[in-house]
């Protein structure tokens, strides 16, 4: 998931010099243009991504290493939407850092920080693996949630407009990762060829 997601961020984010200039000339419709349009293009590719991972994890894994290393498909299907979660709020905490909510910003990674290690502790216990890919989400999460609240103090009505047209987007990700996820099992794979084949199909 890193080693796709990352390129593909850094492409996304190739703007950021002049998003961070919209940011110190105040102009917030435009800023809140370009956030969308990041987090559009984000999204389209994450779901793209997040569902061939989902898929056909078990058999890359497979074919790989050998079948013993594939954790389960909760455990990708967490590692997956930590990633989404973490590069969105990558996007947001660069506005935050232009608006100059520094001190924020440190408190927010040690409270997302804090929610990971107590939640990691307690959700191993009970979902191994997983719920270490369960605590790492959350802990994103936390950074999203509270990036968001510091941009609307700034952006007003621009930032919550921008809520609402991510909810098509976001459902419609949520609901291939879903089928992904139903049908992962039943992909049995023994060559590479064939696993291409299956991953142009998804």
């Not at 997956?80 to 506005?95: A, C, G, K, T, W």
Request: hydrophobic share 55%; proline share 2%; glycine share 10%.
């Amino acid at each position: 998931m890193r080693m796709v997601g990352e390129p593909m961020y850094q492409v996304v984010s190739s703007g950021n010099a002049g998003l961070m200039g919209l940011c110190g000339q105040k102009d917030w419709e435009r800023v809140a243009i370009v956030r969308k349009e990041m987090y559009f293009i984000l999204l389209f590719f994450m779901t793209i991504l997040g569902t061939g991972i989902i898929a056909l994890n078990r058999s890359f894994l497979s074919l790989w290493l050998g079948s013993q290393y594939f954790g389960g498909p909760l455990l990708t299907a967490g590692i997956v939407l930590s990633m989404v979660v973490l590069f969105l709020s990558r996007i947001d905490l660069l506005i935050t850092d232009a608006m100059l909510f520094l001190r924020e910003k440190t408190w927010a990674f040690w409270g997302a920080g804090l929610i990971v290690v107590i939640c990691g502790f307690f959700f191993i216990k009970s979902w191994g693996p997983a719920g270490m890919a369960a605590s790492t989400l959350l802990g994103n999460l936390c950074l999203l949630v509270i990036s968001w609240i510091l941009i609307n103090q700034r952006m007003g009505s621009l930032g919550i407009s921008l809520f609402k047209s991510l909810i098509g987007p976001v459902c419609t990700m949520l609901l291939l990762f879903s089928l992904a996820l139903s049908f992962e099992s039943s992909i049995h794979v023994e060559t590479w060829l064939s696993f291409a084949i299956y991953t142009l199909i998804v």
